[in-house]
């Protein structure tokens, strides 16, 4: 079957430490995509990929990383250098010949104390 | 700047009853318009609009564009307690889709 995961589902954390969230997905996608969910607000876009060793900066990308070394795999890095790190993190990934819509992974929320 | 404002934030209605939730954007290069569905965790995809006028249907769900009012409708009849999610609708604009906050709805039984 395929699709996206993402790993762990729940995450904790102390301040001050960096924490990889991991986005795997088998559909062939070229473009894959990282999203934060707060309560109350639509997904804000920290960081998008559309090919492989390539990614951009999205519109909150401070304090987070990412790389893209193979076409199945996107991880997230959420340094302590995010000032508010608390939230749900979702992956997706779109189709390639223009298509726009995106599928999504079941997410990871991720607490920081 | 690029926005989508979806209408209303909440909704609480009864089994059976027919929802119609609203969706409008600014943007700056329209070229589709989506809306999801997102329960517990992962958003599924349900429709995306183009052109205006022409309406999108699955089952008891459908969806119209009407690009001259800058804004869509998600259609909701028969409503059943498995329809209780948060509806999304986002635009796609230069290539990234703006998203809205999302409309909460809840079926009462």
């Known amino acids: 079957d395929g699709g996206i995961t993402q790993s762990p589902k729940y995450l904790f954390r102390k301040e001050g430490q960096n924490v990889t969230l991991s986005c795997e997905q088998n559909?062939?996608?070229?473009?894959m995509y990282w999203y934060r969910q707060d309560p109350g607000q639509g997904l804000r876009l920290i960081y998008y990929?559309?090919?492989?060793?390539?990614?951009q900066k999205g519109d909150i990308a401070e304090g987070y990383s990412v790389s893209r070394e193979k076409k199945e795999s996107f991880p997230l890095t959420v340094t302590s250098a995010q000032k508010n790190p608390t939230a749900f993190y979702l992956c997706?990934?779109?189709?390639?010949?223009?298509?726009?819509?995106?599928?999504f992974g079941p997410g990871t929320r991720l607490t920081v104390t | 700047e690029d926005k989508v404002v979806q209408s209303p934030l909440s909704l609480v209605v009864h089994e059976g009853d027919t929802v119609t939730l609203n969706c409008s954007y600014e943007?700056?290069?329209?070229?589709?318009l989506l809306w999801y569905k997102q329960e517990k965790k992962a958003p599924t995809f349900l429709f995306m609009l183009?052109?205006s006028g022409i309406e999108k249907k699955s089952g008891r769900l459908s969806s119209i564009l009407d690009k001259k009012e800058l804004s869509s409708i998600l259609n909701i009849t028969a409503t059943q307690t498995g329809d209780s999610a948060i509806y999304l609708c986002?635009?796609?604009?230069?290539?990234?889709?703006?998203w809205g906050a999302g409309t909460k709805l809840i079926i009462k039984p």
């Open positions: 997706a990934s779109s189709p390639p010949g223009g298509r726009r819509e995106q599928y």
């Open positions: 559909l062939n996608h070229d473009a």
């Open positions: 990929s559309q090919i492989v060793n390539d990614f």
């Open positions: 943007v700056t290069n329209f070229r589709s």
């Open positions: 183009t052109s």
């Open positions: 986002a635009v796609d604009s230069n290539y990234q889709l703006i």
